[in-house]
């Protein structure tokens, strides 16, 4: 039986709420200039989720997630994630070349979090890699379409730098924000002269 379910079974009579703690998952859904992005983090302050959901189906597919992944007390408390929001915005402005905000890999599983994490160590700001090179550092040389599906499910985006992976010959390919965002955000993030 869930949290929930007792709770309700356990409320007073009718005309009295129930009452629930605190979120253990708190998101907003924020427009950005490459698109529609759910911002989801724990109590703790660490971001679990920052995808991109152009409509209500595609938010509720991430927060039917979160709830059976992390906790099923998953709130719109926009408040909470303000922080996050904020240094989103200031990097997609070009006012920083990081987010630095805590992660929690618990929406990746063990494979993703292998690419995504060598990834975010290998690939700085201004810098992109191929999906074979990639596939080379996680020790699959011949996994390319492996790390692309394992980067097509990033649960971190923008935050854990996927867009920053193109084809071998440098050709923008699949990106979940739409090869727009892709493009939009390497050329932020291109080297100025």
Same mark, same amino acid.
């Given at each position: 039986?869930?949290?929930?379910?007792?709770?309700? #079974?356990?409320?007073?009579?009718?005309?009295?709420?129930?009452?629930?703690?605190?979120?253990?998952?708190?998101?907003?859904?924020?427009?950005?200039?490459?698109?529609?992005?759910?911002?989801?983090?724990?109590?703790?302050?660490?971001?679990?989720?920052?995808?991109?959901?152009?409509?209500?189906?595609?938010?509720?597919?991430?927060?039917?997630?979160?709830?059976?992944?992390?906790?099923? #007390?998953?709130?719109?408390?926009?408040?909470?994630?303000?922080?996050?929001?904020?240094?989103?915005?200031?990097?997609?402005?070009?006012?920083?070349?990081?987010?630095?905000?805590?992660?929690?890999?618990?929406?990746?599983?063990?494979?993703?979090?292998?690419?995504?994490?060598?990834?975010?160590?290998?690939?700085?700001?201004?810098?992109?890699?191929?999906?074979?090179?990639?596939?080379?550092?996680?020790? #699959?040389?011949?996994?390319?379409?492996?790390?692309?599906?394992?980067?097509?499910?990033?649960?971190?985006?923008?935050?854990?730098?996927?867009?920053?992976?193109?084809?071998? #010959?440098?050709?923008?390919?699949?990106?979940?924000?739409?090869?727009?965002?892709?493009?939009?955000?390497?050329?932020?993030?291109?080297?100025?002269?």
């Amino acid at each position: 039986m869930t949290d929930l379910v007792r709770r309700l #079974r356990q409320a007073p009579a009718v005309g009295h709420p129930p009452t629930f703690a605190d979120a253990e998952v708190s998101y907003l859904v924020h427009d950005t200039p490459i698109g529609r992005m759910l911002l989801a983090c724990r109590a703790s302050g660490a971001l679990v989720a920052s995808v991109f959901a152009p409509s209500v189906q595609a938010e509720d597919r991430v927060l039917d997630r979160l709830a059976a992944t992390v906790s099923p #007390r998953v709130l719109r408390l926009p408040a909470s994630v303000d922080p996050i929001r904020r240094r989103l915005d200031d990097y997609l402005a070009g006012r920083s070349h990081g987010l630095g905000v805590e992660v929690d890999w618990a929406l990746a599983s063990p494979w993703q979090h292998s690419v995504l994490a060598t990834l975010s160590e290998r690939v700085p700001y201004g810098a992109r890699a191929s999906y074979g090179q990639l596939a080379a550092w996680v020790g #699959r040389p011949r996994g390319a379409r492996a790390v692309g599906a394992a980067l097509g499910a990033n649960p971190l985006c923008v935050v854990v730098p996927c867009h920053r992976v193109v084809g071998a #010959r440098g050709a923008l390919t699949g990106y979940a924000g739409g090869l727009a965002a892709k493009e939009r955000l390497l050329e932020l993030e291109a080297p100025r002269a």
